[in-house]
């Protein structure tokens, strides 16, 4: 979860898909280890595909612009990850590594300051380079404890990431990890993030009106709803047919997704069609395919 630039990336970590059906719904507020854990990881992906798009400065007079621009989306990374409901078993891990966040947030916001009050450049990005990176580490591990893949991590299962350092020519305010630059047909992980999460959501709607039912007949009352939620999850699947990331493992997890996905949707009409015709005996008898097949797509979703 550091904001210190660490060494470049290979690749980003699989992202996994942000709250998938929850098991088929579910009635609380927070979220389970695997969705909080995608969730977060999916933030991360998301700042560092944008944070990679910006430049590096290449001489002291543009250390100013270039902390200008990177803490607005750190704090917007900051804010997401706030809004997140772990479970009680992380929730006071994930508060240390927020508050350890917010005093790395302080450090270059009192850089900021310093510079626009005139002190030297490289001063100022060495000794923030030195405070920010142990404050970061100390936030890696906690990363490393809620069993985030890609917060926290250079990428290549080392924490450590390296040490951050302000050199003559060189300052490094930036992220955890940093996404390479896609090419060609490419495109960014925000939009990827954006796909699942409507995937996801869609399913999440459609677990809700299995979760909340009494009957078959309230079921059958509800199928119109679900259609429209699977509807939804397809426009969603379709999209990630259309383009690549240029990011090996994400790409291999979003062909995964794109290939399971209507097999989900799939045995997921087969039930409603069940519940329309008020067969209890069928829509019975479809529950271990659902389940199944559900647990084919979180498979493609979490690499599992």
Known sequence: MSFVRRRPLAGIAALGAVALIAGCGGGSDSLSAEEFRTQADAICADYNSQAANLTDPT?????LASLQEIIPLQKSQLEKL?????????SGTFDEALALLERQSGVLDTAVERLQGGDDPETVLTEIATEASSIGDEADTKAEELGLKVCGTDGTGDTSGGTATAPATTAAPATIETAPATTGAATGTDAYVADVQA?????????????SSTGIDDLKSKVPGARESLDTFDASIAKLEGYSLGIPRLDEQREGLAATGPKVSDVLRRFLDAAASGDLTAVQALVPEVTSTIGEFQAAATGS
């Open 82 to 90: 706030k809004d997140l409901e772990p479970p009680s078993e992380l």
């Open 59 to 63: 001489q002291p007079s543009e250390y």
């Open 199 to 211: 995937a996801a959501g869609a399913l999440s709607e459609f677990g809700t009106v299995l979760s």
